[in-house]
């Protein structure tokens, strides 16, 4: 079945360390997106790529990284600098990244801070 | 910039109500609207959603009109059922970038 992969379901991160979540589709899609869930606060936008080799920051990309080296895989780093990294993560990926696609959504990566 | 407001929740119905979320906008341009759900423990997958003015998205009894001179897009639902219970929400894309702006989500419970 094709879909959006997200691991590991759960993640837990030690203070001054940098955590990697992975993001893996097979829809053959160019655009994904990281999107980061506060309880009441909605979905923010981290990072988003619309072609391998090339991303662009979201609207709280401080503290993060990505890379997207290849067209199925799009992973997210949360770095040192990221102070307060406890959220849901969200990833996902459309066809091309145009105004009125359709997003499809991973199942997401719960990280919390030890 | 953009932006999208939804009503607060969390909203608790029994089976067979009548829903209805609100939502409004600020966008410049025409962007095009979404009502996303996402269910426990998942991911969010796509509702609905209207391209221009006047247009109406619907999907498994939902329903929400893209209203242009009140900038709202309030999706509907005229007999809920236990499984409708999820989060909902409202999100815009702007008419001249790929952002996907979404509201802060409404929780909704339906009880037998």
């Known amino acids: 079945d094709g879909g959006i992969t997200q691991s590991p379901k759960y993640l837990f991160r030690k203070e001054g360390q940098n955590v990697t979540l992975s993001c893996e589709q097979n829809?053959?899609?160019?655009?994904m997106y990281w999107y980061r869930q506060d309880p009441g606060q909605g979905l923010r936008l981290i990072y988003y790529?619309?072609?391998?080799?090339?991303?662009q920051k979201g609207d709280i990309a401080e503290g993060y990284s990505v890379s997207r080296e290849k067209k199925e895989s799009f992973p997210l780093t949360v770095t040192s600098a990221q102070k307060n990294p406890t959220a849901f993560y969200l990833c996902?990926?459309?066809?091309?990244?145009?105004?009125?696609?359709?997003?499809?959504f991973g199942s997401g990566t719960q990280l919390s801070v030890l | 910039g953009n932006s999208v407001t939804q009503m607060e929740g969390p909203v608790t119905l029994s089976e067979e109500a009548f829903l209805t979320i609100n939502c409004t906008y600020t966008a410049t341009g025409y962007p095009s609207l979404f009502w996303y759900v996402q269910y426990p423990g998942e991911g969010l997958q796509l509702l609905l959603k209207a391209t221009k003015a006047d247009d109406k998205g619907s999907n498994k009894g939902f329903e929400a009109t893209y209203r242009k001179e009140t900038t709202s897009f309030h999706l509907e639902k005229g007999s809920v059922q236990v499984s409708d219970s999820a989060v909902y929400f409202c999100?815009?894309?702007?008419?001249?970038?790929?952002?996907?702006?979404f509201g802060a989500g409404t929780t909704v419970t339906v009880r037998a």
């Open positions: 829809l053959n899609h160019d655009a």
């Open positions: 999100a815009l894309s702007g008419s001249n970038d790929y952002k996907l702006s």
């Open positions: 996902a990926s459309s066809p091309t990244g145009g105004i009125d696609e359709k997003l499809f």
């Open positions: 790529s619309q072609i391998v080799n090339d991303f």
